[in-house]
């Protein structure tokens, strides 16, 4: 079974700043989908940014990119000049690529402050 | 367009009770999921269904079961509750295939479901 850990219970980081969440994970699939997901006070998670395990080009979406490290099976998010609307619970989730549907595992979360 | 609508927002349960939760998919997505996250956790997957019938289920006891209608809106539910099954349930919804975007899941803003 996959296991998907976040190590960083909070983070904190000053508005306009860079900050770094770290997410590791366990499997031994090769074709696999890993994402990042934002949930805010709201309760709705919303997909911040998606990886393909198949592609070695870090993905990017706009202040936000990861650093993904398949042999080291590992998957950051770097948010850049973080904003007060960036604060929120951020998890990290992995997905089978074998076509086992849509099952997502998901991290325990990491609760990002902003200061202003 | 609509997102993914889930009812009711809020409700209480006393134990041994049961409850319906439902959820609308977007439009044109035939893939609905459910999650249940318990406070201060990442969410876990309890079940997905596709085209009407059921294509995975999580580490779930029996007393949770669920079906999805031919208009591809879903209904979960909970037998004889326990107060350990105090959660907010997310359904998700997504499109198949292999097209880019396919299977990424879209989030409601759950359910709260608090049982004493």
């Known amino acids: 079974a996959q296991t998907v850990t976040q190590s960083q219970p909070e983070m904190s980081v000053q508005e306009a700043e860079t900050v770094t969440l770290s997410c590791t994970y366990d499997?031994?699939?090769?074709?696999?989908?890993l994402f990042w997901y934002k949930q805010p006070p709201s309760r709705q998670m919303i997909l911040v940014i998606r990886?393909?395990?198949?592609?070695?080009q870090n993905a990017t979406e706009n202040r936000f990119s990861v650093n993904f490290q398949k042999a080291a099976k590992s998957f950051s998010l770097k948010i850049s000049d973080s904003q007060l609307g960036d604060a929120a619970m951020y998890f990290c989730?992995?997905?089978?690529?074998?076509?086992?549907?849509?099952?997502?595992?998901f991290g325990g979360g990491t609760r990002l402050m902003v200061k202003p | 367009d609509a997102g993914v609508t889930q009812s009711p927002t809020h409700l209480i349960k006393t134990r041994g009770q049961q409850v319906t939760l439902r959820c609308s998919p977007i439009?044109?997505?035939?893939?609905v999921s459910w999650y249940q996250q318990v406070l201060g956790q990442g969410p876990q997957f309890i079940f997905q269904?596709?085209?009407?019938?059921?294509?995975g289920r999580g580490n779930f006891p029996d007393r949770f079961s669920a079906r999805q209608f031919p208009n591809y809106s879903s209904e979960l539910n909970v037998n004889a509750l326990l107060l350990g099954d105090s959660a907010l349930y997310l359904c998700?919804?997504?499109?198949?295939?292999?097209?880019?975007?396919?299977?990424?899941?879209?989030f409601g803003a759950g359910s709260r479901l608090t049982v004493l």
């Open positions: 499997t031994s699939e090769s074709d696999y989908y």
């Open positions: 990886q393909e395990a198949y592609k070695q």
């Open positions: 989730a992995y997905r089978s690529g074998n076509n086992a549907g849509n099952m997502l595992t």
């Open positions: 439009s044109g997505h035939k893939s």
């Open positions: 998700a919804s997504s499109q198949t295939g292999r097209l880019p975007g396919a299977n990424v899941l879209t």
């Open positions: 269904y596709y085209e009407k019938e059921e294509r």
